[in-house]
């Protein structure tokens, strides 16, 4: 099975080609909760056809011997300007899916960010991997729970809390509605069929969970919510995040995040330039624009669209991530070329955990470095601080 599975990943020349070995291993339920966004796909499809849209000047003539992609984050080395963003799904669709993508991470020198719902310990990401950890957090509305999770990701070493902050309602995934996936993960008649048509994920992925004490569990929950991620439907969701989430946020959290977290604070899901602005002003170290890759509001534009405004508003105040489309290296170009410092993947290096495993995961990284690489070629650039808006074409 080891050699068909590096067989299979060697022939993917792509994302996209990764995303059809994932789309073959997961349950359909599974597959499209990664996959799809909301209600009629709009936003979704607006972070992809605004990469689309965007052109980039051939420059030629020019020294591109010796081209490096790598750069710094918060004054730390990495080998390329992308993250792996937070995914609590990654533990579904490969045996301790977050550890293995964290194994890629740390081997490619990116930093990893491990999501308050993962089923992954953060201990164990902080302690046996030896990368860059970076924290994932959702507000509860017992905020004395979030201080205490904000308090252990810190003393786990955790370089970075990344605060997620357009959440606060649930998600109106209709597709999943019809195919009888639901998070938490319930057993029911069409998830179970589900599940047995793919034998080989049923056994290396919940069979293993199985065998190796039990169905995954929220970890990272505070005490009391540690609960499986399957099993009785009215209990779980009672005590799930959605339901227990902060829908009444303020600055005021930001402030005291930044009192008692001793690291870097990354307020994620900015769309807005007064948002912007607000997070410099309240001492925020950087912002990640996004748009939860279309999976929350449909009517969001895409996150390309409204980073230059941003990042002319804030660009020397704070660091600027973006997420939600990156499929390409030249992508990553793309995002640079607008002002952002750097980008976050999460359907691109999830569809390469799900695939393969660290080997899927090392795969998808390695192709947008490529693709990275090979772009800037293109443009001329030899270092990731060359590439400006210069690079554009604005026909």
């Known amino acids: 099975m080891g050699e068909g599975r590096v067989s299979r990943l060697d022939r993917c020349y792509n994302i996209a080609d990764l995303r059809l070995v994932a789309k073959k291993r997961l349950p359909k339920g599974m597959f499209e909760y990664v996959d799809k966004g909301v209600e009629d ?7 992809r056809s605004a990469f689309a ?3 980039l000047l051939n420059k030629v003539v020019t020294d591109i011997s010796d081209i490096r992609l790598d750069t710094e984050i918060f004054g730390q080395p990495a080998a390329l300007p992308m993250c792996i963003a937070p995914t609590s799904t990654a533990g579904l669709t490969w045996y301790e899916g977050e550890f293995e993508l964290a ?3 740390a081997a490619a020198g990116i930093p990893f960010i491990l999501a308050t719902g993962s089923n992954t310990p953060m201990e164990k990401i902080a302690n046996e991997i030896g990368g860059r950890f970076w924290f994932q957090l959702y507000m509860w509305k017992e905020k004395k729970l979030s ?3 904000v308090k252990r990701a810190a003393r786990n070493g955790a370089e970075v809390l990344v605060w997620t902050v357009d959440t606060g309602h649930g998600s109106n995934r209709e597709h999943n509605l019809r195919n009888g996936f639901a998070t938490p993960y319930v057993l ?4 179970v069929i589900d599940m047995l048509r793919h034998p080989t994920w049923l056994t290396t992925v919940m069979g293993r969970y199985f065998l190796n004490g ?5 970890v990272n929950y505070p005490e009391g919510y540690e609960l499986p991620m399957t099993g009785n439907v009215s209990l779980l969701r009672d005590k799930s995040m ?4 902060l829908d009444a946020m303020s600055w005021d959290d930001a402030d005291r995040l930044r009192d008692i977290f001793p690291g870097k ?4 899901g900015i769309m807005r330039v007064d948002d912007a602005v607000k997070a410099a002003e309240h001492g925020v170290d950087g912002i990640v624009v996004s748009n939860h890759g279309g999976r929350h509001m449909d009517g969001a534009p895409s996150t390309l669209d409204v980073l230059p405004d941003i990042a002319k508003a804030v660009g020397d105040k704070l660091t600027i991530f973006l997420d939600s489309g990156v499929r390409r290296g030249s992508d990553i170009v793309k995002a640079k070329a607008l002002g952002a410092h750097a980008v976050l993947t999460g359907r691109a290096t999830l569809f390469g955990v799900a695939a393969g495993g660290e080997a899927g995961g090392t795969k998808a990284i390695t192709i947008l470095k490529d693709e990275m690489k090979r772009t800037m070629a293109y443009i001329g650039t030899q270092r990731t601080s060359d590439i400006t808006a210069d690079v554009l074409w604005r026909g």
Do not use: F
């Open 41 to 47: 796909q709009i936003a979704l499809g607006n972070n």
């Open 53 to 55: 849209h965007i052109k």
């Open 103 to 105: 194994k890629a991470a």
């Open 147 to 149: 201080d205490e999770l």
């Open 188 to 191: 029911n008649r069409r998830s």
């Open 214 to 218: 039990g169905m995954p569990k929220h």
């Open 242 to 245: 959605t339901s227990k989430r």
């Open 265 to 268: 604070l990354i307020i994620k």
